[in-house]
């Protein structure tokens, strides 16, 4: 078997520079970052995105919800992007960072990492080495990017290119776990092409890269890491939701249980599961395990679970409004977020999308209030959102909300808060006479 090594300088930049030159292809919260982190290193990048948008916004150097020390390197200079694949050319490494969601029915829709993939094997030239970052089910660069790779380039994977996949760890929002501090793992179509990867990842992160036997191991890990997370948090939403009943406090008791200093791992219950990673990944594994021939039921529940929960917090609210002889239909809602996670702009399989779904479909109006997400709010302020409002549903944490007091909601006479991420203190609202319903506390 040949081995693919990375030319130290192909030359085929103008600068003739020896610096190795790297393409990143999608920049969105996981190809800008690692795009930037790779020039602070001393790489020489450019970027390409078919989003006009974004490729203004970075030309323009403001980006939303970029961790601050991305937010400096851009600001510093901006970042070449192009829509042409035309740079893979001079490229010695090609990073592939482009979305990879489900659709409407949950299958995974693989066509833009697809399209992507098109795209790049018309340049791929011998020598390249090629990085997969999107998250992608286990079998997927065997079984259909390196045909398609090797098919639009006429070479052969191994001999001719490298094909690498790192599964993109990003935690937007977080400060500080920013991409250079997590560490990485690394799977390779061969031994070398794993190698030389590693070592570009080693040459730019503080932390370290684990290399994997084979390149569907690396792929199972992304799957594996998320739906753990997912089927954690199923657990303690089903916790909530028998708790109601049984009128215990599932924070206090997950609090209680996190005293415990090993054997468990404390997740909260909310009103949902968004997001582009954790709602969407054991789609792509259960997908992938039911072509062959296993049905994945314990993960398959735990999305059930997960998915109703949007349900059981307008339920909550509902009940609220039977108790004082009205319902939903004609009621004033005051919605509080939009994105799924707090402090950040990301709409994506956001709960809070399906709680207004489902709000509008019971009769209700609401104002809907998310100060990072201006232009999909009705209103622009606290105040504003609760006035002649008969009820007030928190669908995301931001820490903006911590206004949301008990003596607002007395000064606009609105008597029903549900807090559907368990943010506010429930005992001082119901000192000052106002009904508070938590998911799983009361
Ligand atoms: N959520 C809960 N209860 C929890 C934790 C999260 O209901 O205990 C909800 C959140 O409200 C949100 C969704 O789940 O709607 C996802 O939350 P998240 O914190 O997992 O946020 P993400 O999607 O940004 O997850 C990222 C993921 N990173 C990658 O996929 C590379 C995930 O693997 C990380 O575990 C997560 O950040 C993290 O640890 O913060």
Redesign the pocket.
Do not use: A, F, Q
């Given at each position: 078997m040949h081995t693919t090594t990375l030319p130290q300088s192909n030359n085929r930049t103008e600068t003739g520079s020896d610096r190795l030159t790297v393409a990143v292809i999608g920049l969105g919260y996981v190809g800008l970052p690692i795009a930037l982190l790779a020039r602070d290193k001393g790489y020489i990048v450019s970027g390409i995105d078919t989003d006009p948008a974004k490729r203004k916004a970075i030309k323009a150097r403001v980006v939303a919800d970029l961790d601050p020390r991305f937010e400096r390197l851009l600001a510093n200079e901006s970042l070449t992007v192009s829509n042409d694949y035309a740079l893979v050319h001079d490229a010695d490494i090609i990073m592939i960072c482009v979305p990879t969601p489900v659709r409407e029915d949950h299958t995974p829709d693989l066509e833009p990492l697809k399209n992507a993939c098109r795209n790049v094997g018309r340049q791929l030239l011998p020598g390249h080495m090629l990085i997969i970052e999107s998250?992608i089910h286990p079998g997927t660069c065997e079984e259909i990017l390196l045909p398609i790779l090797e098919e639009e380039s006429g070479l052969i994977a191994g001999e001719d290119f490298g094909l690498a996949h790192c599964?993109?760890?990003?935690?937007?929002?977080?400060d500080v776990?920013t991409i250079d501090k997590i560490a990485r793992v690394i799977g390779g179509s061969t031994p070398s092409a794993r190698r030389q990867a590693a070592n570009f990842y080693r040459s730019i992160l503080d932390a370290p890269v684990h290399e994997m036997e084979t390149i569907r191991e690396a792929e199972a890990v992304?799957m594996v890491?998320?739906s753990f997370?997912d089927i954690?948090?199923a657990f303690?939403?089903e916790l909530a939701m028998s708790f109601t009943k049984l009128n215990i406090d599932v924070v206090n008791v997950l609090r209680g249980a996190s005293t415990k200093p090993f054997g468990f791992m404390?997740?909260?219950?909310?009103c949902?599961?968004?997001?582009?990673?954790?709602?969407v990944?054991p789609y792509y594994l259960i997908d992938y395990a039911r072509i062959n021939g296993f049905a994945h039921r314990f993960l398959s529940l735990a999305r059930e679970i997960?998915n109703s929960?949007p349900e059981f917090t307008v339920g909550l609210l509902e009940e609220e409004l039977t108790r004082r002889g009205t319902s939903l239909r004609g009621a004033h809602i005051a919605l509080l977020g939009l994105s799924?996670?707090p402090n950040v702009s990301d709409m994506r399989?956001?709960?809070a999308l399906e709680i207004k779904e489902i709000l509008e479909k019971r009769g209700a109006t609401m104002a809907i209030f998310d100060p990072y997400i201006p232009e999909h709010s009705n209103v622009h302020g606290l105040r504003e959102a609760l006035h002649g409002a008969d009820a007030v549903v928190l669908a995301t944490?931001h820490d903006a909300f911590v206004e949301l007091t008990p003596d607002l909601l007395q000064a606009e006479d609105v008597s029903i808060i549900i807090d559907g991420?368990n943010f506010l203190a429930k005992d001082s609202f119901a000192e000052a006479g106002i009904t508070y319903r938590g998911i799983g506390r009361s």
């Open positions: 998250t599964p993109e760890r990003v935690n937007p929002g977080d776990w992304k890491e998320n997370r954690n948090i303690v939403n404390l997740h909260l219950p909310g949902g599961v968004g997001g582009h990673c954790i709602p990944d997960n929960m799924y996670k399989e956001s709960p944490s991420r």
